[in-house]
Structures are given as C-alpha cells and as structure tokens.
C-alpha cells in the first residue's frame, strides 16, 4: 500500500519527495491537541480519563512548566496532569520516529 505522502505527490505531480522536519506548535497544533484530548478522554463514571492509562506515576516539573500546563489546560478545558500525559506520549513517539 503506498503511503500517504506518495499517493499526494502523485496528486501533486511531484518529480522529487523528500521529509522536512518540523515541530508542531502554533494554533492548527493546537487545535489537534484540542480534538485529540476530545476522542481519547472518555468519563465512566467518574473524572475522564483515558482507558488505555494503566500506570499512575509521580513525575517532577519545574514550577514554570507545571504552571503552563494549568494555563494551557485551562483553555483546553482538561486536567494539567491529563495534559501533561499526552504531551509526554507525543515527545516520546517523537523521539521513536527520530532515534
């Protein structure tokens, strides 16, 4: 099956393909944030959560980034700890795909 990206050069009648690495950030970054926190935090009952969430961990932030995060999360209308987990899963498959 070609990927996503070929099948798109193709549409685009690219001659060359190549991968640009980039970081997401800014307001379509955040907006997928948004849409991703909607679809994988679900309530049974009680405080949503994430079912495939398994371990608890206590994990130390300097007071700067926790302080982001209850100002992120606030926008984003979640827990900052909720937040935190999934921007913690995003670096580490970051990091996967870049090793």
């Known amino acids: 099956m070609a990927k996503k990206t070929d099948r798109i050069g193709r549409a685009l009648g690219a ?3 190549f991968s ?3 970081r997401a950030s800014g307001p379509l970054a955040w907006i997928q944030l948004r849409e ?3 679809a994988r935090l679900s309530s049974r009952g009680g405080r949503p959560s994430d079912p495939e969430w398994k371990l608890r961990r206590v994990i130390p932030f300097k007071k700067s980034s926790w ?3 209850q100002q992120t999360s606030g926008k984003l209308r979640v827990n900052p700890g909720h ?3 999934m921007l913690l ?3 580490i498959e970051s990091f ?4």
């Open 15 to 17: 001659t060359r393909q």
């Open 36 to 38: 991703e926190i909607g």
């Open 89 to 91: 899963e995003r670096g």
């Open 20 to 22: 640009v690495n980039t």
């Open 96 to 99: 996967k795909k870049h090793r």
């Open 83 to 85: 937040l935190a987990a």
């Open 67 to 69: 302080d982001f995060l």
